[in-house]
């Protein structure tokens, strides 16, 4: 017999060592989430997956899957806070969407939609951060990222590169580039890298193919994230 | 529906009037909307300050300078409900990219050594409102009670949060109508 | 807390350096740094690692002398580094001083699963802060199927206002290492780790050195007592941050890697050091663990409460006479160590350091117990001279300074608070500014990924609820006003406009 957990009333099955991401993904079920990805190890950071678990608030993208769990997954409360979440990440950066080349196609802006996120609640932050334009292919702009790691995981385990890190502490972390002077272009970094097309938000970039698709014709323009995702990620889960 | 008409009044700040072309693009829309309102202070009247039973204010821009802060602080008291439109009211959108650079080293680049200056010099005029060191957003300085996001938010949305309104709705922008962009 | 700032300034001027810069001649450079575990004999400091103690204006004086002539540390009079163990009430743990392997004799001589039921039986619960019992701790990672495990001891004590692992560490390091090397016979590790705070750099030779007296007697190394146990001990220095004392971040730390706590499950005692089951307890579990082996469970437990057995050492520091070491049984309650340190006109204690709770001077009858008042041993009395939101103040800052930046609730959260904080504290907050000020506190303590985020709202909730008319009466009676100040965001267009005029100011708020 298969084993099964409940997500909003939903039975779903599962197979042990499955997190209660994978196992919601493979039964069509989405969970808010911006730092996983089902390429990699979870990294458990954004905090928008906060399902609660039996009366605690858990991780989906970390937290085992076990017999009997009772998840909720959505209710007014758990969608209010990670919208709150949502808009820290918004306050923390600097994300002037109406310029960014990823507008459209930009997961924590997606995200921000699907919680009906209109505004950024909290006082911003207007940290000067620094853009990395000394690659020939790809760039960095420090203000619209939001520590998930992937490029680090990215580069660490597809490309074995280990280009990026992230250093500092609370809220001066930056994402660091491996290299002698700390520019991308000195780096290891290929524009063909997994780490240079991973990035859920519009922090790194590839050069010269910002507009090829037209404002208004891109992924979240006319799809829900959470159609995108399950299609996608979904599928990734089940193996 | 009162036979009373509801008032709104309309500003841009630190913003590109876009939100408010945005706004005309309701076209004959605007006909069915001015059955049941009547614009006050606005850029489409001559009012110059709003009158004191404003229902609705709708906002557009951030906060770049001293003046900006004053009529906000006059809409905010006037108007029953303020409204945060567009990306540069919401979060100070491309005028807070400003927010990077130090105010002096802004003003110096465009009054004083920056290049085609000639007759270099600070403007200094009490009439001249002065600049704040960033722009702010415009829940940084009063309370807003609604935001209308987009970059401008389409005339879609204007008309879907005044018709709620006017319906005595809570208003909701539905899945398509909230872009950041 | 005692005049640091005038003895910062005093020290700055004395050696002609700002605070946070290097001298010219680049011989010495003055830094702040948050508490270095001495608040029984401070104001402290640190030069190049090692702790100064009890700095007034004169031992500064002696201080930059020896700088500015160069000397090198070891030739400075020993008194500047001297650190006092100050013990003022001992029970059941100060109170022995077993002889050197005595608890490891006593643990072979009964059987290692009959002492690992003695600690069992004695109820005890671990002295870090989350109070887990040891024994099932020990009995986990025992049972967990794997060739190598590990056994450390948690010396990072980052807590605000606690020492007493400091103290231990000075005077009772035997019986932390017989507690290590129990725990190690149990479960079966052959390798264990001091994780010392790197701020008792002090301690450091002296412990090494006990570490090779251990060696040579034969209480440590291949063939423990000739009872078949290999187990050695390695000292790791910290890395000064408060997260290290989390125990995933530690072992992270000792990994060689960032102390940023890990996702769990899986818990250290199935996979902690190297994916290994580890065994994590703080010094003063390990102390009691070895007592416990000497005189079995009963003894331990007969003292203390129905879920708390034992005692408890505290750090009390703060407004008091007698600042120092205390053992009390669980179950004591705050007006007796009151009385005991010499405490008057108090107006609360902070119990537990930062992340534990302020009690207010109602509720004195409470007791130091986990049912109750659970600390770590943090202890930290203020009198009536001390104010509410300025504590508040200074512990909103600490957590957006300890923050890791992990997590997105505790990074930006702890940040957001401190500014909120600041504004109410400043007097810029308005009527709605209490109700975010508590929803902040609410999402991150509810979505912080450890014990860290979990915490830091703390000192605000457990304030808010106490003192509710302290934050009231600092609101403005308006409903909303700006967190920057609209006047000073003028200063530099002023400045280069060259205007004074009254258009050229705006006030806070609207008139
Ligand atoms: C932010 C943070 C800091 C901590 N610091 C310490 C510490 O300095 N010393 C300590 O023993 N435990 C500390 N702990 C608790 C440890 O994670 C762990 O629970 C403890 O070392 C287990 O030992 P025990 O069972 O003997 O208490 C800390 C926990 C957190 C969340
Ligand atoms: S990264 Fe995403 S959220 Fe940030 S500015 Fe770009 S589109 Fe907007
Ligand atoms: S650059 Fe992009 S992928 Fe890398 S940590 Fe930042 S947001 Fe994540
Ligand atoms: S709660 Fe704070 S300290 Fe803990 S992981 Fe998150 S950011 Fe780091
Ligand atoms: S998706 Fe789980 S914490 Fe980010």
Sequence with gaps: MTKTFVIDGKTIPFEDGQTIMQAASAAGVYITHLCHNPQFTPHGSCKLCTVNVNGRNCSACTFPASEGQNVTNISKELNEDREKITQMLFVEGNHFCPSCEKTGNCQLQAVAYHLNMTDNHFPHFFENREVDASHPDVMIDHNRCIFCTLCVRASEQVDGKNVFAISGRGIDKRLVVNSPSGLLKDSALDVSDCAAHICPTGAILIKRTGYSVPIGQRIYDHAHIDAVALASEGEAHDH | ?181 | MQGKSELMTYFAQQLKVDIGCTRADGLVSLQSTSCTGMCDQGPAGLVNGYALTRLTPSRIDQIVDYVNRDIPLTQWEADLFHVDDNIIKRDLLLNEKPLKGQAISATFARGLRETLAEIELSGLRGRGGAGYTTAWKWTFCSEENATQRYVVCNADEGEPGTFKDRVLLNSYAESVFEGMTIAAAIVGATHGFLYLRGEYLHLLDKLESILAARRAANLLGCNILQKGVDFDIEICLGAGAYICGEESALIESLEGKAGIPRNRPPYPVTQGYLAKPTVVNNVETYVAAANIAIHGGAWFAKLGTAKSKGTKILSISGDCTARGIYEYAFGTTVNTILADCGASDVLGVQVGGPSGVFIANDEFERKIAFEDLATGGSFIIFNNTRSILDIVHNFSHFFAHESCGFCTPCRVGTSLLKKQVDKIVEGHGSAGDIVALEELCQLIKNYSHCGLGQTAANPVLSTLERYPEIYQAMLKKISYEPGFDLDKSLETARRMANRNDAAAHLAQVEN
């Design chain 2, 1 to 181: 529906m009162t036979t009373k008409k509801v008032k709104v009044a309309t500003v841009s700040l630190a913003g590109c009037f876009g939100c408010h072309m945005s706004f005309l693009d309701l076209d004959e829309r605007l006909v069915d909307l001015v059955e049941h309102v009547q614009f006050d202070r606005s850029p489409l009247t001559d009012i110059e300050h709003c009158s004191d039973d404003c229902d609705i204010g709708l906002i557009e821009g951030g906060v770049c300078n001293s003046e900006n802060v004053h009529v906000l602080r006059e809409f905010r008291k006037q108007c029953k409900i303020l409204v945060a439109v567009g990306a540069c009211a919401i979060n100070g959108g491309l005028p807070a990219m400003r927010n990077h650079i130090s105010l002096e080293d802004c003003l110096n680049e465009a009054y004083m050594d920056g290049i085609g200056v000639e007759n270099p010099q600070i403007p200094s005029d009490v009439e001249l409102p002065l600049l704040l060191d960033k722009v702010h957003p415009l829940h940084e300085v009063v309370k807003i009670d609604y935001f209308l996001p987009g970059c401008p938010p389409s005339a879609d949305v204007f008309w879907a949060f005044l018709t709620d309104l006017l319906a005595g709705r809570e208003p909701a922008l539905p899945y398509e109508l909230i872009h950041f962009d």
